[in-house]
């Protein structure tokens, strides 16, 4: 038995690109399988309620959504054209608990984009700076930029509050050198210099130390210390490594303060 029908019916609306999706119409009562099975609605009851609704909403709907599309969303198949998108349940939500009529707009481009030198967008991000498309319904790696690209305001005008669809995917990183990412070459070039200077304060003050000792004992008691010398400058080496160390928690936990905010 071949598995597409119900591919299809789960993932997959059957329109053209130039038509908009409005709510509760009778033909999305079929490619909604889940939600009807969910509040049990028969035919007769949809029909009823959808008639309703129009009485009360002009062309039952109180906002209106244009969604982008990558290309590879678009599928012909038995010579009729599919959008199938792994968001469907989103776009089911939009459509039953919003009543939003959804309107697709397909991007050129089969990525999400990046940030130019010049300020502009490329990929289906182009489409959203471009004011063309009002959501997305795929996770992009979140960044300053692209958070300054997206207007979360108001998601549903109207009466209706701002909701978020998210879901959270957490990436393992492995890289060995993230440390370094929290501050740019500027920042590491200042701390590496504040190390140095601590460094070379701390071996002055014990070199003044050491010849004020020599001056006040006996020359006896500065043979004994002399006889330490190799035993000191492994302490000497211990207190660079340990100016190292406090220098990097420190580092860390202003990177850790910095991320956090």
């Known amino acids: 038995m071949s598995i597409l029908p119900k591919l299809i019916n789960d993932f997959c609306f059957k329109m053209d690109l130039n038509e908009t999706i409005w709510p509760l119409d009778i033909s999305l009562y079929n490619s909604m399988p889940v939600i009807s099975s969910t509040i ?6 949809f029909q009823n309620f959808a008639q ?8 039952n709907t109180s906002c209106n959504l244009r969604a982008g599309l990558f290309p590879n969303e678009i599928f012909i198949i038995y010579g009729e054209q599919y959008i199938c998108s ?9 459509l039953h608990y919003y009543r939003c009529s959804i309107s697709f707009v397909v991007s050129n481009e089969s990525y999400g984009g990046y940030l130019t030198s010049n300020g502009s967008w490329t990929g289906i991000l182009k489409l959203v700076q471009q004011n063309k498309i009002d959501f997305i319904p795929h996770m992009f790696s979140m960044e300053y930029n692209r958070h300054q690209l997206l207007d979360h305001k108001q998601l549903f005008p109207q009466e209706h509050t701002t909701t978020m669809l998210t879901q959270k995917h957490y990436l393992i990183n492995d890289d060995p050198f993230r440390l370094f990412h929290a501050y740019t070459l500027d920042i590491w070039l200042l701390i590496l210099t504040s190390f140095l200077c601590f460094t070379f304060l701390t071996n002055s003050l014990e070199c003044l130390i050491a010849i004020n000792l020599k001056e006040k004992f006996c020359p006896s008691m500065f043979i004994v210390h002399h006889s330490s010398n190799r035993s000191n400058q492994w302490l000497r080496f211990h207190h660079i490594v340990n100016n190292l160390i406090d220098m990097f928690v420190l580092s860390a936990k202003f990177a850790t303060i910095r991320n956090s905010k």
């Open 40 to 45: 049990s609605w028969s035919m007769s009851s």
């Open 86 to 94: 792994s968001s469907y349940e989103i776009y089911l939500m939009l």
């Open 52 to 59: 309703i609704e129009r009485e009360k909403v002009d062309r």
